[in-house]
């Protein structure tokens, strides 16, 4: 099963080193978002938060990671680990990019019950009016 610590509603970043005022700005909130899930394939085993914002972090580098209930930045990504619901009865991520022209793109990783390998990935637009955060996603999802 996923780490699930810090709580991704914390928001609490997993890298503290620089805030999320310095990173840098993400032009293509669909292009960034592809690469997040990319990385993410499925089959791939579920890893611990630490070691997903390490993997991410080198797939978006400069960009920081934010717990998934605050919103997403152009110099931060809402949402970097796995949590569990119950209304599916699956582990999964919920993430947002925000670009610098407003546009919002979400992503979401699922694991199965177990937790234990991707099995799905899904890739969509945030609609307008919501909120960019991966908390809101996993919502508009039904998780």
Do not use: H
């Amino acid at each position: 099963m996923a780490n699930s610590s810090p709580s991704p509603a914390s928001g609490a970043s997993p890298s503290p080193s620089a805030s999320a005022a310095t990173g840098v700005a993400i032009k293509d909130a669909a292009d960034a978002r592809d690469k997040l899930v990319a990385a993410m394939k499925i089959g791939t085993q579920v890893p611990s938060d630490g070691e997903m914002t390490d993997t991410w972090s080198a797939v978006l580098p400069g960009v920081k990671f934010s717990g998934y209930g605050i919103e997403a930045t152009t110099k931060s990504v809402s949402g970097f680990a796995f949590v569990y619901s119950k209304t599916k009865r699956v582990e999964f991520l919920a993430f947002t990019v925000l670009d610098t022209g407003g546009n919002c793109e979400g992503g979401v990783l699922e694991a199965g019950s177990d937790g234990e390998k991707i099995t799905q990935t899904v890739k969509m637009t945030v609609p307008t009016g919501t909120k960019c955060s991966g908390s809101a996603l996993s919502d508009l999802r039904g998780y």
